[in-house]
Each structure stands twice: as structure tokens, then as C-alpha cells.
């Protein structure tokens, strides 16, 4: 059900609950915004995704998978974003996602009860 990442699958994000776990970006270890799922099924946030593209090849960050033919319909098309993803994110943790949309730094887990990223 997960990828080799932790980051949920297609069929996760449509029906199961989401762990906090499960949504943290593996570049940035916060709280996935605007969420890149590649082919490899590896998901990252867009602007994590795009400085590893900027900064090397077309390839996952993870994996290394090239993913240049996908990166550049999608980007073209502007669906680039799992948007299924991220809507659940947005839903199950409002806070963690105002958090970092506001550019306050680190999430907090909505778990830990003292405000730290669960790690």
C-alpha cells in the first residue's frame, strides 16, 4: 500500500486515513505541500521536486528513476500536483499545512503534543 518511500500509494490517498508519517516529505521531512507522486511512485513536495530537477538530472531524487518524458507533460499540462494527495493533506492536517503555508518553519506532529516533527 506504501511506496518503498513511506509516502502513501494512489489507492491510499483515495480511501484510507492518512498517518503523519506517511505525508512528510522525504527532502524536506515536512509535511508534503503540493505533492509530486512520480511514476516510481516516490512523492515529494513540488518545490522539492523542482530544485532536485534544477539541480540534477530528471531523475527521483530516491530512486533515481529518469522521469524526464513524465516531468516535462506534466509540467506541461500543469498536473505536475497530486491533487487528490494533497486535498486529503489539506483536509486531515489544516494546522501542519496553515503552519507551512505561512512560512513558520517546521510542522509540528499533530501527534507529539509538544509542537515537535515527528521523526
Not at 44 to 65: G, H, I, N, Q, Y
Not at 75 to 86: A, D, G, I, Y
Not at 101 to 114: M, R
Amino acid at each position: 500500500m506504501h511506496s518503498r518511500c513511506g509516502a502513501p500509494t494512489l489507492a491510499m490517498t483515495k480511501k484510507a486515513i492518512l498517518s503523519w508519517v506517511h505525508c512528510l516529505c522525504p527532502v524536506c521531512l515536512e509535511v508534503f505541500m503540493e505533492p509530486v507522486t512520480l511514476p516510481c511512485t516516490h512523492t515529494f513536495c513540488k518545490v522539492c521536486f523542482l530544485e532536485s530537477v534544477d539541480k540534477a538530472t530528471l531523475c527521483c531524487p530516491m530512486c533515481r528513476k529518469r522521469v524526464s518524458t513524465w516531468a516535462r507533460l506534466h509540467s506541461r499540462n500543469n498536473t505536475l500536483v497530486n491533487e487528490t494527495l494533497w486535498r486529503r493533506i489539506q483536509t486531515c492536517f489544516p494546522r501542519q499545512c496553515e503552519h507551512r503555508l505561512s512560512g513558520q518553519g517546521e510542522a509540528e506532529d499533530p501527534h507529539s503534543g509538544n509542537g515537535s516533527r515527528g521523526r
